[in-house]
């Protein structure tokens, strides 16, 4: 049981390039999420999804994208990378409990 | 969506008793209160929820009173492994609204 898995762990991209993470859970949760979290700070939440093709904005969503084609897959798109998107992308998976579950993030720097 | 206020940091001995108090004035009846560890460079780890009165597992007591407007997050007898950010993230995901991290308490544990 591998829980949340994040891929790639790190990633550098130049400005305007595209990149998509992605986030799968083993745990048959219909709730998936995407934080970011710069240094020194609390996390804040993109986008989520309440179900398999389902998605909803979160508090900071602009710049990104995303999509629930599967249920044990999220995945969180940037279309054009802008240096203020380096920080670190956590994705979490919440059953019928009230806990989330996390992946152990990706580092993104975008130069 | 129930805003939190944490203390932004907290010391303390191996051995002590620590407790983190969050405060949610405006919790709503159906929100839950789940607490949050998060390691340097790792995703938060999920301690323990509850809904009103004491909650205690093999980690944490989470103690709510009976207005639920606080929770406190008991640590008993930490070590220096417990030296990370706690969060409490107070709500329920209805799948019209998210719930949002705040910043934690940042849990320095001296030897």
């Known amino acids: 049981n591998a829980g949340v898995t994040q891929t790639p762990k790190f990633r550098v991209l130049k400005t305007g390039q595209s990149m998509t993470l992605l986030c799968a859970q083993d745990?048959?949760?219909?709730?998936m999420y995407w934080y970011r979290q710069d240094p020194g700070m609390g996390l804040r939440l993109i986008h989520y999804?309440?179900?398999?093709?389902?998605?909803a904005k979160g508090e900071v969503p602009d710049g990104y994208n995303v999509s629930r084609l599967k249920k044990q897959n999220f995945l969180l798109g940037l279309e054009s990378a802008a240096p203020s998107q380096t920080s670190v992308y956590f994705c979490?998976?919440?059953?019928?409990?009230?806990?989330?579950?996390f992946g152990p993030g990706t580092r993104l720097l975008v130069l | 969506l129930a805003k939190t206020t944490q203390p932004i940091s907290m010391d303390s001995y191996e051995g002590q008793e620590v407790n983190i108090t969050c405060s949610h004035n405006?919790?709503?009846?159906?929100?839950?209160i789940t607490w949050y560890q998060q390691f340097p460079s790792q995703g938060p780890r999920f301690i323990i929820q509850?809904?009103?009165t004491k909650v205690t597992n093999e980690v944490a007591s989470l103690f709510i009173p009976a207005d639920r407007k606080s929770s406190t997050l008991s640590l008993p007898r930490v070590s220096l492994s417990d030296t990370a950010v706690y969060y409490c993230l107070v709500g329920w995901d209805t799948g019209r609204r998210a719930l949002t991290f705040g910043s934690g308490t940042r849990l320095q544990v001296q030897p």
């Open positions: 509850g809904y009103k």
């Open positions: 979490a998976s919440k059953g019928t409990s009230a806990a989330q579950y």
């Open positions: 999804s309440v179900g398999e093709g389902t998605t």
């Open positions: 405006n919790i709503a009846t159906n929100d839950y």
């Open positions: 745990m048959n949760h219909e709730y």
